[in-house]
Structure formats: structure tokens, C-alpha cells
């Protein structure tokens, strides 16, 4: 384990990449949990468990983005703490959070039985698919405190600018996931419904296997069980940081699970292709996510040192390298998206489905090196509300009714509906933009 990183003096480009790769190489384990799945599935499974599993787990991504979301309010709250040199109350921030969360765990996990059935009917489920989408929420559901607990150890560490810890906890739940997959699905048959499980049983492992290591890491302040209660200035102060982002990633999930909504009526193959390029969207969207966590946790430190000139510098630094990277994605995707979704399904038709998804979503790599890094960026410094209402306003007012429009387009192409995502984006970086004007403008850089 290494100690944590520090912000606030020397150079910049270089520890930001030294803390954003762990966190790059930790999404694309966390990502290979979905991809696996789907990969597995299909290739010893049915077109039905594909679209379980695809429309099962944005449910899930969506449902987890919340935890990951609040997560983030306790990484911003450490970060500033230890930019401004008072570390010693990180002890309390954390054992406050954990009361918080395991409150939202135990509410989730209650809900997840009966609700199971109910969303897989919002979501509009294929009549082939529908039972098996149902069984993979609902097994998933049941795991949420073990989702929670993953995530907080993860957004701990990012606090405190550590992101080889998480890499390590992603690791191990990746290769029991993997292995959980091959005996459930490829094994034992059990489709969708092996698939969540292997899932949750991975992330039990790696939370147990975790806690036994964070026991012999050497934190920068003191931490004991006594600790973990609920204190209510230090729950406001995440709520108040954490609601706002919550209810950003929330929204926008939503858009696009209702965006999958409008393709699973388009029938079984449109569900599954795109199912497939989602998959494949995980992947090639890994660059410009692993920098907007990075940027939290980097401007969070620099806020709390007063070194706001730094921050502004990181979110240049960030950008610059999060372009490269986007380009060559862009061309991945675009010209070689069959060959990507190849890699999830042997059927041709999907893989020409997927692949015409897929364009759209190429597109829209050139545009998220700006927007994460952005999103990131706004985090760090504490204005949560604009990135909640940017990420609304794109989502709500753009990703959804394009998507709509285009599905009753004749004849209907997934292009046309995946261009809605790129539309989205564009009109948020020009928000981000317009923000960054105007709080030069007033002073408040």
C-alpha cells in the first residue's frame, strides 16, 4: 500500500496521473464485473439472459451510482481536510459516513425483493426476458450492503489520496467474479440469475479480504469503532455535498434507462445490441471517469490549501491528456465497433446492432475528456449544484426527448438514437463553460 498522495505542492501532472491511473485500472476491473457477465452469458446463454443481463445491470449501475455518488461527498469532505492540514478528523468523517450508509443499505436491500418485478416492467422488459430480468435485480438487490461497503472503502481511500487501496479491493472482487461466472453460468447453467450472484459474492469476498488489509494500513489519523455513530454535523455536511451529485447521477441514470426503455420496445435484438454497446461504453468511457475522480480528489485538496490556482491548472493538465486518449477511442469505436462487440456476442446481428449504437457513442468520446474533467472539477470545489442541474438539463432536456424522437423516426436506426448522447454532452460543456466565465468574472476562482 502506498501513502497517500499530496496535492498542494510541486509539480502537477505527475502525481495526477500517478493517482488517476489506480483509479483507471480499478474502473476497468469494476467495468470487467458487467462485461464478464454479459460476455459469459453470452456465450453459453440465451438472446433472453443477454437482455437480463444488459437492462438488469444499468438498473443496478444506476441504483450503485447513488451509493458511489454519496461516496463522493465523504471523498471531497476528506480531501479538503487533509489540503488543510487537519487530517486529525478524519476519524470522525469516517465513522459518521459509515453510519450513514449502512442506513442506506439496510433500506435498499429491504426494497429490493418486492421492487424487483416493478422495475423490470418500467423498464419494459422483453416478455422473454422479463423473469430472468426480474431474478437478476432482485438477487443483486439483496447484496446492496455489500455494494455499499465497497464503495465506501474505495471512496475512503480516494479522500485521502490513496487510490492503489481501491485497485486492490476492485481487484480481488474482479477475479472471484470472473470465477464465480465460469461455475454459475458456463457450469451450472443458471443464465441471468448466476451471473447476479457471482456478482454479489464476489464484492462479499473482496469487502471481507479488504477490511483484513485496511487493518494493517497506516491511516493519516486515528480511526476506532468507537467512532462509527451518527454525527449529525459531519452527516449535514455530506448530505449537503453528496445529495446534490446523488440526484445528478440519479437523473441522468435514469435518462438512460429510460432511453433503454424506449429500445427494449423496438424488440429483443434492438435490447440486446444495445445491451452490448453499453458494455462496450464501459470500457471506452474509463479515460475521461478515471479524471473526473481524479480531479475530486486532487481539487479538494487544493481548495482546502487555498491553492484554488493549482486546481484550475489540474483541470487543463487533465483535459489535455483525457483528448488523446478520446481520439483514439473514437476511431476504436467508430470504425472498428463490430470487432469490440464481438468480444460480448458470437451473433451477427447483434453485433451489427451493437456496432451501429456504437458510432453515436464514438462520437461522444471526443466530447466527455471535456465534461468529466469538468464535472470533477466543479466537485472539488464545492459547487455540486450546477453539476446537478448541467447534468439534469442535458439529460432531460436533450438525451431524452432526441431518443424518443429518433425511436419514431422511420426507419428507426440506433444511431440516430445514440446520437442523443453526443447532443447531450455538447450542450453541457458549453454550461461548464459558461460557469467557469462566470465565477472568473465575480471573483470566486
Known amino acids: 500500500m502506498n501513502k497517500q498522495l499530496d496535492f ?53 449501475m444506476t441504483l450503485t451510482g447513488l451509493i458511489s455518488s454519496f461516496a463522493m461527498g465523504l471523498t471531497i469532505i476528506l480531501g479538503q481536510k487533509i489540503g488543510a492540514k487537519k487530517a486529525e478528523e478524519g476519524g470522525q468523517i469516517i465513522g459518521a459516513g459509515i453510519a450513514l450508509f449502512v442506513l442506506m443499505g439496510l433500506v435498499m436491500t429491504a426494497a429490493a425483493a418486492p421492487g424487483a418485478g416493478v422495475l423490470a416492467g418500467i423498464m419494459q422488459a422483453p416478455a422473454e426476458a422479463f423473469a430472468k430480468t426480474a431474478s437478476y435485480i432482485r438477487i443483486c438487490g439483496l447484496g446492496f450492503l455489500v455494494i455499499i461497503g465497497y464503495n465506501l472503502i474505495g471512496g475512503i481511500f480516494r479522500g485521502i489520496g490513496d487510490s492503489r487501496t481501491p485497485l486492490v479491493t476492485v481487484a480481488i472482487a474482479c477475479v472471484c467474479n470472473i470465477a464465480g461466472d ?3 453460468v458456463a457450469v451450472c447453467g443458471m443464465g441471468a440469475s448466476g451471473a447476479a450472484l457471482a456478482t454479489v459474492l464476489a464484492q462479499l469476498i473482496s469487502v471481507v479480504i479488504s477490511i483484513m488489509l485496511i487493518g494493517r494500513r497506516q491511516l493519516p ?33 435514469v435518462s438512460f434507462l429510460i ?48 491553492r484554488v490556482d493549482r486546481a484550475v491548472l489540474g483541470l487543463r493538465y487533465a483535459i489535455a491528456v483525457s483528448f488523446v486518449f478520446a481520439v483514439s477511442m473514437f476511431w476504436l469505436s467508430f470504425f472498428h465497433g463490430d470487432l469490440l462487440a464481438g468480444i460480448f456476442t458470437r451473433d451477427p446481428v447483434l453485433k451489427g ?3 451501429e449504437y456504437l458510432k453515436a457513442y464514438a462520437i461522444d468520446c471526443l466530447l466527455t475528456c471535456f465534461l468529466f474533467c469538468f464535472i470533477g472539477f466543479y466537485n472539488g470545489m464545492e459547487h455540486t449544484g450546477f453539476v446537478m442541474a448541467q447534468g439534469i438539463v442535458g439529460a432531460f432536456a436533450v438525451r431524452v426527448p432526441v431518443s424518443w424522437l429518433m425511436s419514431r423516426r422511420m426507419p428507426v436506426s440506433l444511431f440516430y438514437i445514440g446520437l442523443a448522447t453526443p447532443c447531450s454532452t455538447l450542450l453541457q460543456i458549453t454550461l461548464c463553460f459558461l460557469f467557469l466565465l462566470y465565477l472568473k468574472r465575480h471573483k470566486k476562482l
Open 8 to 60: 498542494t505542492e510541486g509539480k502537477i501532472l505527475a502525481p495526477l496521473l500517478q493517482f488517476a491511473v489506480p483509479v483507471l485500472f480499478a474502473l476497468f476491473l469494476q467495468a470487467m464485473y458487467g462485461a464478464v457477465d454479459l460476455m459469459v452469458v453470452g456465450k453459453f446463454g440465451e438472446a433472453a439472459d443477454v437482455s437480463a443481463v444488459s437492462t438488469g445491470s444499468q438498473i443496478m
Open 182 to 184: 465460469l461455475l454459475l
Open 221 to 253: 489519523f486515528r480511526f476506532e469503532r468507537s467512532m462509527i455513530r451518527w454525527n449529525g454535523n459531519v452527516i449535514r455536511k455530506i448530505l449537503v455535498l453528496g445529495i446534490p451529485i446523488t440526484l445528478q447521477d440519479l437523473l441522468v441514470g
Open 259 to 306: 432511453i433503454m426503455a424506449i429500445v427494449n420496445a423496438l424488440g429483443l435484438t434492438a435490447s440486446a445490441g444495445v445491451g452490448v454497446a453499453e458494455k462496450v461504453c464501459a470500457f471506452i468511457m474509463l479515460v475521461p471517469i478515471a479524471f473526473m475522480q481524479a480531479m475530486s480528489a486532487f481539487v479538494a485538496q487544493n481548495r482546502g490549501a487555498g
Open 353 to 355: 446492432a451493437a456496432w
